[in-house]
């Protein structure tokens, strides 16, 4: 093979590894947060692929006209997307949560923007969210993400993704504990208000001249927070366990997914 030829094969493959890097930073955790700008997440995929390349396994590219090219990179971008959005949906737990708290608690209607996504979220919900990214951290949770980036192109080599027909099978397994993982992460403090109602309830009836509701909120509000921090230790091992879980279901996705 001339020179030339060879110098082609590799550059492709470079820009085919970039799109899938790209794609997977553009909305993972931490690295798809749109504080970051869009020209260092490029940059940083482009150093990141440049790092990663000598280590990939070398496929044939069918490359021959523009169409097989344009169907090649949205393959890539596919492969990338997915194993981003697979990533991000732990965090989706953490916003249920805190929607669930915050109609408990009163703060459903003080929303303030989230940087990350740019969406309206409660001041819960922004704890949350800054909570998770700090376990997410902590946990190593950004290292299996580059892992699992890293597996998937020996996984799904570049020009190989086909989706399975067990995949939406297999999407809806990843994903179906979140709502069960939102209610453990929200229980205690759910506990806590229901029993807090319950006893404005008794009150009252003990002693009708008490405005419940003036009393009730501030008291539900401070019994809430004190129970968040309470409560971090089980959102600690609830999280570190779903995420563990959530890459190894990934792990499992990518393998059937060529």
Same mark, same amino acid.
Do not use: C
């Given at each position: 093979?001339?020179?030339?030829?060879?110098?082609?094969h590799k550059?492709?493959? @470079?820009?085919?590894?970039?799109?899938?890097?790209t794609?997977?930073?553009?909305?993972?955790?931490l690295?798809?947060?749109?504080q970051?700008?869009?020209?260092a997440?490029?940059?940083?995929?482009a150093?990141f692929?440049? %790092?990663?390349?000598p280590?990939?396994?070398?496929?044939?590219l069918?490359?021959n006209?523009?169409?097989v090219?344009?169907?090649?990179v949205?393959?890539?971008?596919l492969?990338?997307?997915?194993?981003?959005?697979?990533?991000?949906f732990?965090?989706?737990?953490?916003?249920?949560?805190?929607?669930?708290?915050?109609?408990?608690?009163?703060?459903?209607?003080?929303?303030?923007?989230?940087?990350?996504?740019?969406?309206?979220?409660?001041? %819960?919900?922004? @704890?949350?969210?800054?909570?998770?990214?700090?376990?997410?951290?902590?946990?190593?949770?950004?290292?299996?993400?580059?892992?699992?980036?890293?597996?998937?192109?020996?996984?799904i080599?570049? !020009?190989?993704?086909?989706?399975?027909?067990?995949?939406?099978?297999?999407?809806?397994?990843?994903t179906? !504990?979140?709502f069960?993982?939102?209610l453990?992460?929200?229980?205690?403090?759910l506990v806590?208000?229901?029993?807090t109602?319950?006893?404005?309830?008794?009150?009252?009836?003990?002693i009708p001249?008490?405005?419940?509701?003036?009393? !009730?909120?501030?008291?539900?509000?401070?019994?809430?927070? @004190?129970?968040?921090?309470?409560?971090?230790?089980?959102?600690?091992?609830?999280?570190?366990?779903?995420?563990?879980?959530?890459?190894?279901?990934?792990?499992?996705?990518?393998?059937?997914?060529?």
């Amino acid at each position: 093979m001339e020179l030339s030829a060879i110098l082609i094969h590799k550059m492709a493959a @470079y820009l085919l590894a970039l799109v899938r890097v790209t794609a997977v930073f553009l909305v993972a955790p931490l690295f798809g947060s749109r504080q970051i700008p869009p020209a260092a997440k490029i940059g940083f995929s482009a150093i990141f692929t440049f %790092i990663l390349f000598p280590f990939l396994k070398d496929v044939a590219l069918p490359l021959n006209t523009p169409w097989v090219l344009a169907l090649t990179v949205a393959r890539e971008l596919l492969v990338g997307l997915i194993i981003g959005f697979i990533a991000l949906f732990i965090f989706f737990a953490f916003q249920m949560a805190a929607q669930i708290l915050d109609m408990q608690m009163g703060f459903i209607l003080g929303s303030v923007i989230e940087p990350g996504t740019g969406s309206q979220e409660s001041l %819960i919900g922004r @704890y949350q969210h800054i909570l998770a990214l700090l376990i997410f951290l902590a946990i190593n949770g950004h290292l299996w993400l580059v892992r699992a980036l890293r597996d998937s192109f020996h996984l799904i080599p570049a !020009g190989s993704f086909t989706l399975p027909p067990a995949f939406m099978e297999d999407l809806l397994k990843a994903t179906s !504990g979140l709502f069960v993982t939102a209610l453990m992460l929200a229980s205690p403090t759910l506990v806590a208000l229901f029993l807090t109602d319950l006893g404005m309830a008794l009150l009252s009836r003990a002693i009708p001249q008490i405005n419940v509701f003036i009393v !009730g909120f501030p008291m539900k509000i401070l019994i809430g927070i @004190y129970i968040l921090g309470l409560s971090l230790g089980l959102v600690l091992s609830v999280f570190s366990e779903r995420v563990q879980q959530g890459f190894a279901a990934l792990l499992g996705i990518m393998g059937r997914m060529h």
